[in-house]
């Protein structure tokens, strides 16, 4: 009777040992799930697309600051390509008054922000493209033949950079001027916005010039793609007989209704650096729009 009892004991601890074992391997398997579970990040990718060499150095930072390392805190994962024009000769190609006395530059300064690809390009090597894309008489017809090259460069230079993106793995780019001195941090919600919208688009208000302000884009790839390739539509658009100045922000205008592209306004701000370190016309707009006041202390835009 006893062995009985005695066996009859051993078989209940080993049953509860057996079924202590199975809920821990249930528990492990669990919190092992859910440690490992890791949140899906929202890609976007930062195109910085332009002449980096001119002013740059003036602007990293705050691109860095508003864009770059505020996404990264809420949560995104962001990748930064660069496309750079440099000067074969160190010399700033500009008839600006004020960039007169700072003609030569670094073209190691493209260095500076960190990305993840960098393509540059020597601007001098480009006329005959150009000319091909869009010649004298073209350039003659824009509102101002005088900056037409630089036009030019600047849409030949969006163009280069969004074909350094895979469409398939970002759900929403953010494109910049590398002399861009940004005042406000990037809109979350805004990047959120265009993720799967095919036909939206943000872009600052403050530089419309009778057009849609060209230059900053929050958008998905697939209109980046779009907006971007319209250097190949450059010539149609110069033909068509209208009212409309031509200027890049009227092309851009003709670019977004012939893809039917919704614009909405962002509530960025940005400012112009030239190669003196001082910034563009834009800043008269800190008072208009009244964006001066509603700055951080930290955040006041210093005038190198």
Request: aromatic residues 12%; proline residues 2%.
């Amino acid at each position: 009777m006893k062995l009985l009892v005695f066996i009859f004991i051993l078989l209940i601890i080993f049953l509860l040992s057996i079924l202590i074992i199975n809920i821990n391997n249930i528990y492990e398997e669990k919190f092992s799930n859910n440690s490992n579970k890791q949140v899906v990040k929202i890609k976007v990718a930062v195109l910085v697309a332009g002449f980096a060499p001119r002013s740059i150095k003036y602007t990293y930072k705050t691109i860095e600051d508003n864009i770059i390392n505020h996404l990264k805190k809420n949560n995104f994962d962001v990748d930064i390509f660069m496309f750079s024009l440099l000067s074969k000769n160190n010399k700033l190609d500009s008839h600006r008054n004020e960039e007169k006395n700072n003609k030569y530059i670094n073209n190691n300064d493209i260095k500076l922000l960190k990305t993840n690809k960098t393509h540059t390009e020597y601007q001098e090597y480009l006329t005959e493209y150009l000319n091909n894309i869009c010649n004298a008489t073209c350039r003659r017809k824009m509102s101002q033949p005088q900056h037409s090259l630089n036009f030019l460069r600047d849409i030949y230079s969006e163009y280069k950079v969004s074909k350094m993106i895979d469409l398939n793995k970002y759900d929403a780019c953010i494109m910049i001027g590398p002399d861009f001195h940004i005042v406000n941090k990037i809109n979350i919600n805004e990047v959120k916005n265009v993720i799967g919208k095919n036909n939206k688009i943000y872009t600052t208000s403050f530089n419309d010039f009778t057009g849609v302000a060209n230059k900053f884009y929050i958008a998905s790839p697939i209109v980046i793609k779009k907006i971007c390739s319209r250097i190949y539509n450059l010539e149609e658009w110069i033909k068509l007989k209208t009212k409309s100045i031509k200027n890049p922000e009227v092309f851009l205008k003709y670019i977004l209704e012939t893809y039917n592209i919704k614009r909405s306004v962002s509530n960025m701000f940005y400012i112009k650096i030239r190669s003196n370190g001082k910034p563009n016309s834009y800043i008269k707009f800190i008072h208009k729009l009244k964006i001066w006041s509603s700055l951080p202390y930290n955040q006041k835009i210093k005038i190198y």
